[in-house]
């Protein structure tokens, strides 16, 4: 809990978001705890985005929004970057993509669920997936390349 706590601290301090300048805006962190927690800890986000879309939902008369946002990213290690449509500028890029859900209510929004897409050249290769850090899929379970539909479409059934 210590480490996600800093974490989000240095987050919502500063401009710079990696985990070197984060640390230095947070007090008693350590950088290689940190970028251990966030790269390599077995840690499962649904939790906390289930506890705010309950909490959100109670709160407030909530409307359900799902939208996707590309990142301009280069590179073929990190997961997910491949030659698609980028949103962010309008074109075609190396980017990094992932379909969000939120609960708004008049001018403010909180994110509930998110899901990285996965271009077909990343799940077609599980020796890639493998070295980038993505989980294994079960036994007898095929990776499979879902559209940004089909995966706002897993979010809205979660």
Known sequence: ????????KGMFQGQKRNIERMVELVVDSDRYQIQ???SESPWDASTGFDRVAVDTS???AVHECVDESAHRKKGKQSVGVGRQYCGTIG???DCQVAVYAALSVEKYYGLIDTVLYLPKDWTSNEARCKKAGIPPMPAGVERICKSKVELALDIIKR
């Open 91 to 93: 074109k075609v890029d």
């Open 58 to 60: 109670q709160l407030f």
């Open 36 to 38: 251990c927690f966030i």
């Open 1 to 8: 809990m210590q480490h996600a706590t800093q974490y989000l």
